[in-house]
């Protein structure tokens, strides 16, 4: 296992970053953590997993500062830091908690993705897409907890009534009609589920036909 071949104890707590060593990807804010970090937990691990680009002085620079804050703080027993390995994921799905520390913003994070499809827990500066990225991701499993809630329809009458969206008006605003009409079961499960979806940034005014049979 990795663990076995970096000497990182099964029980130890290992927090990781996996990217190209570069100062906007913020492998220094994590080193920066962890002196705060070890007086609570002294078996914390962290992992930094990335190359330098060869033509880019800058990078190789960065690195050296890195290297140079783990001696000056005395972290060498604490953090490993590791060249370029092409399988991100033999790491990450080691990591208990994977850093995502970039400082300026980035369209979207490859990494953060295959963090979370690997279940891992995540902590990211909010910046570029990956705030967005982790929300929707949550945000998909709690609406999972509430299937009970989203499958069973508001009641047996299968009478269509009218129902108006005017222009303008919000996914809650829309959401707390439905419910206070007996049209859904819980109006803020909906107007979640209109938002993972998408669907609040897009809400068609018209007129509709809504039964209490109906589901989400």
């Known amino acids: 296992t990795v663990r076995a071949r970096l000497g990182i104890p099964p029980e130890a707590p290992l927090v990781g970053l996996v990217g190209m060593i570069r100062e906007w990807k913020g492998q220094l804010v994590l080193l920066q953590a962890m002196p705060l970090l070890l007086p609570r937990h002294p078996q914390l691990r962290c992992l930094i997993v990335g190359g330098v680009a060869d033509q880019d002085s800058k990078d190789r620079t960065y690195l050296a500062r890195l290297h140079e804050f783990v001696r000056e703080h005395g972290l060498e027993s604490a953090v490993q830091l590791l060249d370029y390995h092409g399988n991100a994921g033999e790491f990450l799905q080691t990591f208990d908690v994977m850093v995502h520390a970039a400082t300026d913003p980035e369209p979207f994070s490859r990494v953060v993705l295959e963090g979370m499809t690997l279940g891992r827990a995540i902590v990211a500066t909010r910046t570029g897409g990956t705030p967005e990225a982790i929300e929707h991701r949550v945000l998909g499993l ?49 107007r979640l589920y209109m938002r993972y979806n998408g669907i609040d940034h897009r809400l068609a005014a018209g007129d509709f036909e809504i039964a209490r049979t109906m589901n989400m």
């Not at 299937?147 to 005017?166: H, L, N, Q, R």
């Open 142 to 190: 709690y609406l999972r907890t509430q299937a009970a809630i989203m499958d069973s329809p508001a009641g047996s009458d299968p009478t269509s009534e009218p129902f108006t969206i005017t222009p303008g008006e919000t996914a809650a605003g829309v959401s707390q009609r439905l419910e206070e009409m007996g049209l859904i079961k819980d109006g803020n499960i909906f």
